[in-house]
């Protein structure tokens, strides 16, 4: 009995079983058949062994029935044609009528004549017999026995008599010709006798000669032609014709060729050319025919073969030959065996598209015709199989394989994508940004979903990923390097810069029943967090709890620690909150202490451990200095909760040589430990470790003097390490200073809860004093060693740190000894500091600031910069292009330490201050400030970090400059320079330097001393040009005397600016901390968000918005000057004393503001207040900024087209303007001025139909006369108005008496000189307008004003100083003397006959 095959079965077992069921003869329990498959063609011819054995395998069962039985009734069948008669409930019976209507008329309406000139006229062929012959059943049969396929008799026999007629036809059709030899894509002359396009029409008569005779000149032509040339005529063409054509002329010969060259000139030919095997024409045998896809970008480009079709696979190409003895495997099946070929070459695709990129698996793009071995691995199963690498799409196919090997090479692959497009390295090859289609794409989801595997290496490769999207290696070695700069551990938190829009559901809420930002982030799902903020959307995620367990329980390897560990530093830099949930999570930060910073450990067998479990990590010490920055208390848990000053102690009392690691290691771990120190230093904290460790500190301090190292990245490192020490000892500096003050303050504080004094105190860290005079000392005698050069410019801004930081704490303890102290910096200035200011090292670094400047180049608007707005960083791959900027001798670092030493002696001793104008007076520094003069950098996070060490830099110049302008004359010169550069500056602050605006505000921008002009002539200057520009003032008082009053009122101008800047005491009080190392009252070394400058561009303008928003909004600007403010009346005119000075001398200090902005706000003097504007001092010093902004060169940049800063559009303010002087005006001419000017020609008629139309009534008023108006009059007038709704409105005052010319001469004129041009012109116009023209000139001509009637029709041009404000002619011209007969003349005539 026959048995069924079972699992543990052999091959042989399988083979004997069928043996013996072959030779039992036993029916088969299935038989196998094939069904024809329609879709390619098969036609069941019989039942032939040998037509079943090409036809695919069925499986049927017997006792199957051929249809399953339906559960339900089926609907009975309809009628294909009954389908076309179906009926509707609502259908219009007479629609139904006319639509199905088949009477006479109904047919006729439909025929359109046909063109049958051209149409060659042939006589009917002649027969024997009248009528056809009638079509026997039995002679049908008999001449269609050829046919094949399922047709009725009838179709049969019409396919037969086609077949008939065509071959008849034959004669007079083109032939074509396969060239068989020649393997072009277009045949040769003489193979094709007509053309296959051309149909003659429209050629007369004698067309099919014409016809035939232009294709024989295109054959010869094209014979004459080069493949080449052929070619570039071809894509000259594709190029020039419309691509809905080309696609007609396609379609149009795929058609032709297939109906009539297939299937009846296939035989012809092949009896034409013996020899020619029976095969089916090839693709080559008619003219060319590109896809329009694929169009060649080069030109020169040699033009590849296309692929031609292979041979069907045959049982010789196979591996294996199959056995006869194997059940069913003697069928060949070659549509299954195609993936066993051969890959074709790949060719260059000829596209004018952008083509998919692929990459290889180390994220390299690989070109489209490079063609890579099959043994790399880059070829698969796609759409696209002989192209090697991956695309975007298949990796991230391949990341949800069920195969591991496979999830882990695409996330792998992903890695290196990632790293590659982070540092730009795709800008040249690719177009568009990468990072961001993926974060679209749902990266972060695969990512982290990645992370859930629960297999090892795809767990590794994940994280891999998540390292290279998050984590920029450039990035954190540049925070690095910047971290010993001065105020360099302070950095801006990396958030996303997003504008909060409001929400619909809070729209008209008050605020406390509005949501706040931590409800609404709660509604939102993970991905619209991640969609605006990356890391917050890591965090909702749950990716620190999923971290942990890697850490925790996979326990992964050494590569996979560090990547966990930069990902976590880069969540903390994202701001104090993300800093705070690592801190929070359970068992994270415990595991990471216990695990990665033990306090012992074996020492290590091998330089490459296999684990990292059980030894010491830089990068985790890295991550706690990290994690501290964020703010004090987060310190204070990391040295108290988390064993953080155990692990200083452990690190730090040993020499990094005893510590039983990797050397490398080893200073890695001492120069984190201090800086982690240094960071706890600067909140007060962990400074008795200080007093515990000072042998060491001051040991390690003494070996700073001469660095050296066996390698050149070791001493790198050792240079590292002493700048981390001199910061930390400079912060306890710091802490020290302050123990005084709240030592006092406690004492003071009788019971109230006050902050304690520091353990360390002054008298610890004036031992230091002197050791660091030496190392300096030290330092300038290095400099003459070209091989110590380099360490020693690296090491000496540390070092003029600290000793500035100690004498700005020294002079203000109790212990401070003026005469001591006077002594120490005299000996300290000429032993050190000038010798060191004049050395040629410095010099020469002084001469390379303005290359290496932020805001006077574009070194970090580099190209390939990919911004992520969901996820800001640093892009510091850019300065490889400059490397200076943030290297060991970049002049940033030293100069701004060097200036900030200066200015704290000059502050101490006041008589040193002229030694050191040698410094502000060399070219390079002038020419730098000369530079940053004209600059407009841009803020962003790839920009702030490095633009406010440059700031502080200018302060400190600024600060040097203006002490030194009273006492020296030749720095007094450049005074006017170093003002420009205040203003400047002061505007360009970034959050956390409110300090030093403040200070700049009290110091130099109101300082009567940066003014050289008021000394020089420049107020007589400024009067002389106002004269030339105006011959008649409309201010009782000229330029001179304003600007003489507004100098003299400078320290009133700057308590005014102090007093509406007050609400930034907070940020500023916090920066002060900052800037003067108060470190006890410093909360956090992450500066506030980046949102631009702290101060708005527009800062000159605040008095007058901050009036505007207390009383003209609130109130509509009705309140009187005595019932505004106390003291907005002085405010008011302060401020535009103010802008007075900065118009006059610092044009450049208003340069961020635009024309339209400065307008509008000036326009607040006229809103704020009923009457504000009618008061002496503000009407004369408006009228001044008004003239000065309306001066020509000015009017020109002044586009009221684009919206204000924070206004909707200037029509809306015009509006209000408009409402305003109708109301409170009284027909002042400056306030005229101010209406008048966006009336002009150039701007939108929208304004000029808002006073012709909605408030016609201030004509009345507006009274200011053509002397008065500033603006050229032929702004107005010209050119010609175009808009007719306007000229009706314009005719319409005139003849209804609105508009006068005694009360409003200016728009007067307007409209005369706009409704002359109109009703004159003879341009061509629409029927509309032309009838609008004749219309107005037949009313004009009927006027009973003679007066108003005159000057319509006998208008000149414009003349501003004229009495009339135009000339007239006597009479009228002929060409309009005869428009108007013609208009008015006709009319008449016309109206006579009537």
């Not at 095997?277 to 025919?289: I, L």
């Not at 050397?663 to 962990?686: D, F, G, K, N």
């Not at 911004?867 to 002049?891: D, H, Q, Y």
């Not at 050191?916 to 970090?945: E, I, N, T």
């Amino acid at each position: 009995m026959l048995r069924r095959p079972k699992s543990t079965d052999s091959e042989s077992d399988l083979l004997q079983e069928q043996d013996r069921f072959l030779s039992s003869g036993a029916q088969a329990a299935v038989s196998v058949v094939k069904r024809p498959d329609k879709r390619r063609g098969d036609k069941p011819d019989g039942d032939s062994e040998d037509t079943q054995q090409s036809q695919k395998d069925v499986v049927t069962i017997p006792d199957l029935p051929d249809e399953l039985p339906s559960l339900t009734p089926a609907p009975p069948k309809k009628s294909r044609f009954k389908k076309e008669r179906v009926r509707f409930e609502d259908e219009d019976p007479e629609e139904l009528l006319d639509r199905h209507d088949s009477h006479i008329s109904a047919v006729l309406s439909r025929i359109v004549e046909r063109d049958t000139s051209t149409v060659p006229v042939s006589f009917p062929a002649f027969t024997s017999t009248a009528f056809p012959k009638v079509l026997h059943r039995s002679t049908a049969e008999k001449q269609v026995t050829a046919t094949g396929g399922r047709k009725s008799i009838f179709a049969q026999q019409i396919a037969a008599q086609n077949a008939k007629i065509g071959g008849g036809d034959l004669k007079n059709q083109p032939k074509i010709i396969m060239s068989g030899a020649s393997g072009s894509s277009f045949a040769g002359p003489g193979s094709v006798d007509g053309p296959l396009l051309l149909s003659g029409q429209g050629l007369g008569p004698e067309s099919a000669v014409e016809t035939l005779k232009i294709h024989q000149e295109n054959q010869v032509r094209l014979q004459n032609m080069s493949q080449s040339e052929i070619l570039e005529e071809q894509q000259k063409l594709l190029a020039q014709l419309d691509p809905g054509l080309v696609e007609f002329v396609r379609s149009h010969k795929a058609k032709k060729t297939q109906a009539s060259v297939h299937s009846t000139l296939q035989s012809e030919t092949c009896t034409h050319q013996p020899g020619t095997e029976d095969k089916p024409p090839d693709r080559h045998c008619t003219e060319p025919e590109l896809d329009s896809r694929e169009v060649t970008m080069d030109v020169d480009e040699e033009e590849e073969p296309e692929n031609v079709a292979q041979p069907p696979v045959t049982e010789k190409d196979l591996p294996i030959k199959p056995q006869k003895e194997w059940l069913h495997m003697d069928k060949l099946e070659p549509e299954k065996l195609e993936w066993m070929r051969d890959l074709p070459a790949p060719r260059r695709k000829s596209t004018k598209k952008a083509m998919q990129a692929r990459f290889d698996f180390s994220g390299t793009v690989i070109p489209p015709s490079e063609d890579l071995p099959t043994h790399l691995g880059l070829h698969h199963h796609g759409d696209e199989p002989e192209l090697a690498g991956y695309s975007l799409q298949e990796l991230f196919l391949l990341s949800r394989s069920q195969l591991t090997q496979q999830r882990s090479l695409a996330l792998n692959t992903l890695a290196h994508i990632l790293s590659k497009a982070s540092s730009g390295e795709y800008s040249s090859s690719l177009k568009g940004s990468v990072l961001a289609p993926l974060l679209d794409a749902g990266l972060l989801f695969l990512l982290r979903f990645s992370l859930d595997d629960n297999v090892e290496g795809v767990m590794s490769a994940a994280v891999n990923a998540l390292r290279a999207l998050l984590v920029s290696p450039d990035d954190e070695e540049i925070m690095d390097n910047m971290f010993p700069w001065l105020l360099g551990m302070a950095t801006f938190p990396l958030l996303p810069s997003t504008q909060e829009e409001e929400d619909e559901d809070d729209a008209g809420l008050d605020e406390f029943m509005k949501e706040t930002a931590k409800e609404k982030e709660q509604r939102k799902t993970d991905h619209d967090v991640a969609g605006v903020d990356v890391i917050k959307g890591l965090l909702k995620m749950q990716l620190l709890q999923r971290l942990r367990y890697i850490l925790e329980v996979v326990r992964p390897a050494p590569h996979v620690v560090l990547n966990i560990l930069e990902v976590l530093f880069r969540i903390a830099r994202h701001s104090a909150s993300a800093a705070t949930q690592i801190l929070d999570c359970p068992r994270l930060m415990e595991t990471i202490m216990l695990e990665f910073l033990p306090c012992s450990w074996a020492p290590s067998t091998s330089s490459a451990p296999p684990s990292l479990y059980g030894f010491p990590v830089s990068t985790a010490m890295k991550l706690l200095r990290v994690l501290a920055s964020a703010g004090r208390h987060a310190c204070a848990r990391i040295l108290n909760s988390l064993g953080g000053r155990e692990r200083l102690s452990r690190f730090l009392a040993a020499e990094p040589s005893e510590l039983l690691l990797d050397q490398r290691e080893a200073i890695c771990c001492s120069t984190e430990a201090l800086r982690l120190w240094a960071v706890a230093a600067s909140y007060s904290q962990a400074c008795n470790l200080y007093i515990d460790l000072y042998p060491t500190l001051v040991k390690a301090l003494q070996a700073t003097h001469r660095p050296s190292a066996p390698s050149e990245s070791l001493l790198m490192l050792k240079l590292h390490q002493m700048k981390a020490l001199l910061v930390l000892l400079t912060q306890v500096t710091h802490t020290a200073g302050c123990h005084q003050e709240l030592q006092s303050a406690l004492l003071n504080s009788q019971g109230t809860e006050s902050l304690p004094p520091p353990p360390v105190t002054w008298s610890h860290v004036t031992g230091l004093q002197a050791i660091m005079i030496g190392l300096l000392k030290g330092c300038v005698r290095a400099l003459d060693d070209p091989d110590q050069r380099t360490s020693t410019l690296s090491l000496l801004p540390s070092y003029l740190i600290y000793m500035g930081a100690f004498y700005s704490q020294l002079s203000v303890q109790n212990t401070f000894q003026p005469v001591q102290c006077l002594q120490e910096l005299e000996s300290l200035t000429s032993e050190v500091l000038l010798p060191l200011i004049s050395h040629q090292a410095i010099r020469n670094m002084a001469e390379d600031l303005r290359s290496s400047s932020v805001i006077c180049t574009t070194v970090l608007r580099a190209p390939g910069l990919e911004v992520i707005p969901s996820l800001p960083g640093l892009c510091c791959f850019r300065l490889k292009l400059n490397p200076s900027l943030v290297g060991p001798v970049s002049p940033l670092p030293l100069y701004t330490a060097l200036f900030y030493l200066l200015d704290t002696i000059t502050t101490i001793h006041r008589g040193l201050i002229k030694k050191f104008s040698c410094c502000l007076l060399s070219d390079s520094l002038l020419a730098y400030m000369q530079s940053c003069v004209g600059a407009m950098p841009s803020v962003s996070h790839s920009s702030a970090w490095i633009l406010r060490h440059e700031h502080h830099l200018l302060y400190l110049l600024l600060r040097l400059a203006h002490r030194l302008v009273p006492v020296d004359q030749d720095v007094a010169k450049h005074a006017s320079l170093f003002h420009q550069v205040a203003l400047v500056l002061v505007s360009w602050l970034l959050p956390g330097s409110e300090y030093l605006a403040h200070e700049l505000m009290s110091s130099m921008i109101f300082s009567h001393e940066l003014f050289p002009e008021a000394a020089s002539g420049g107020i007589e200057a400024a009067a002389l040009e106002e004269l030339e520009l105006q011959e008649k003032t409309t201010s009782a008082s000229g330029l001179g005397p304003l600007l003489r009053d507004a100098l003299s009122h400078l320290p009133s101008i700057r308590g005014c600016y102090l007093t509406h800047l007050a609400h930034f005491e907070p940020a500023v009080q916090s920066s002060r901390d900052r800037h003067t190392g108060r470190n006890t009252w410093l909360s956090s070394q992450l500066l506030p968000e980046l949102s631009g400058p702290s101060l708005p561009s527009d800062w000159p303008f605040l008095p007058l918005i901050s009036l505007y928003e207390r009383s003209g909004a609130s109130e509509g600007g009705g309140l009187q000057v005595d019932s505004l403010p106390v003291g907005s009346l002085q405010s008011a005119t302060h401020c535009l004393q103010w802008l007075l000075l900065l118009e006059s001398w610092r044009e450049q200090a208003l340069k961020p503001v635009p024309p339209v902005a400065k307008l509008a706000r000036l326009a607040c003097v006229f809103l704020c207040s009923s009457d504000l504007f009618l008061e002496r001092p503000v009407q004369d010093l408006t009228w001044a900024l008004f003239r000065a902004l309306t001066q020509p060169k000015r009017l020109l940049a002044l586009d009221l087209g684009t919206p204000p800063p924070g206004l909707a559009s200037f029509h809306d303010l015009y509006s209000a303007l408009l409402t305003q002087y109708e109301a409170v005006s009284f027909g002042d001419m400056l306030f005229g001025c101010f209406i008048l000017l966006p009336l002009q020609r150039r701007y939108s008629a929208t304004m000029r139909l808002a006073v012709f139309g909605e408030h016609v009534g201030i004509l009345r008023s507006l009274g200011v006369s053509l002397e008065q108006l500033p603006i050229p009059l032929e702004n107005f007038t010209s050119p010609a108005e175009d808009s007719v709704p306007l000229l009706r409105l314009y005719f319409r005052a005139l003849v209804t008496g609105a508009l006068r010319r005694n009360w409003c001469p200016v728009l007067y004129v307007v409209a005369v000189a706009h409704l002359n041009a109109f009703i004159f012109s003879q341009d061509e116009v629409p029927q509309e307008v032309e009838a609008t023209r004749r219309s107005l000139l037949k009313k004009t001509f009927y006027l009973t004003d003679e007066v108003l009637r005159s000057h319509l029709l006998l208008y000149c041009l414009p003349q501003q100083h004229s009495q009339l404000g135009f000339s007239t002619y006597e009479q009228l011209p002929s060409i309009r003397a005869l428009r108007l007969h013609n208009v008015v003349g006709t009319e008449d005539h016309n109206n006579g006959d009537k």
